[in-house]
């Protein structure tokens, strides 16, 4: 009934750039965090960036992506976005949108079902 959808994957060369969103349905996003999650095939799975309730912005783990990936939200739209630049090979992965009470944390209450990027010359 509480769905998440990303959308926006696809192909990608090295150094392109694509914007995923993520679109809540059966609940408002206004009192939840939003972390994008990545696993590619044989890999755990990663915690790259997420946004509080409140619009502040966490990038957990992935220095990786800090200065390529920014993460937006408009809760008007029940959804938030990921702007991904620079695209290199190693980001291919699916990606994920994940949904948790409040403040960035662990354990998120609400997954989507992932988007595919492939990042390939």
């Known amino acids: 009934q509480l769905q998440l959808v990303e959308s926006g994957g696809g192909l990608v060369q090295p150094g392109g750039s694509l914007r995923l969103s993520c679109v809540a349905s059966?609940?408002?996003?206004?009192?939840?965090?939003i972390t994008w999650f990545r696993q590619a095939p044989g890999k755990e799975r990663e915690a790259v960036i997420c946004i509080s309730f409140s619009g502040n912005i966490n990038s957990t783990d992935s220095d990786s992506v800090k200065g390529r990936f920014t993460i937006s939200r408009d809760n008007a739209k029940n959804t938030v976005y990921l702007q991904m630049n620079s695209l290199k090979l190693e980001d291919t992965a699916v990606y994920y949108c994940a949904a948790r009470s409040f403040s960035c944390g662990n354990n998120p209450a609400y997954w989507g079902q992932g988007t595919q990027v492939t990042v390939s010359s």
């Open positions: 059966g609940f408002s996003l206004d009192y939840y965090s």
